[in-house]
């Protein structure tokens, strides 16, 4: 069973940084592609970022292209997302996925 737990999310002025993390168990990671999508209140599910299996392999959605930068340990069943540069539009709850299941989520708010 694909279980799928993000973190790391929380309150961050314009301009910061965040990194989120999502721990994966109950499939074999190391062989999954994985992506991190989110969704913005009032609004649909936006992918933002992909990864293949090995990290060799990464892609960007153009709003976050230069700012977010994908990653992942598969010693330690982890995605990661590192979020600089962060901006009121970031705004969303931020949610690792594998095909189409994703964990509960994490929320990030840019505010001053």
């Known amino acids: 069973q694909v279980h799928l737990v993000e973190s790391g999310g929380g309150l961050v002025q314009p301009g910061g940084s965040l990194r989120l993390s999502c721990a994966a168990s109950?499939?074999?990671?190391?062989?999954?592609?994985m992506n991190w999508v989110r969704q913005a209140p009032g609004k649909g599910l936006e992918w933002v970022s992909y990864?293949?299996?090995?990290?060799?392999?990464?892609s960007y959605a153009d709003s976050v292209k230069g700012r977010f930068t994908i990653s992942r340990d598969n010693s330690r069943n982890t995605l990661f997302l590192q979020l600089n540069n962060l901006k009121a539009d970031d705004t969303a709850i931020y949610y690792c996925?594998?095909?189409?299941?994703r964990g509960q989520g994490t929320q990030v708010t840019v505010s001053s």
């Open positions: 109950g499939f074999t990671f190391s062989t999954s592609t």
């Open positions: 990864i293949n299996s090995d990290g060799t392999y990464t």
């Open positions: 996925r594998k095909e189409t299941q």
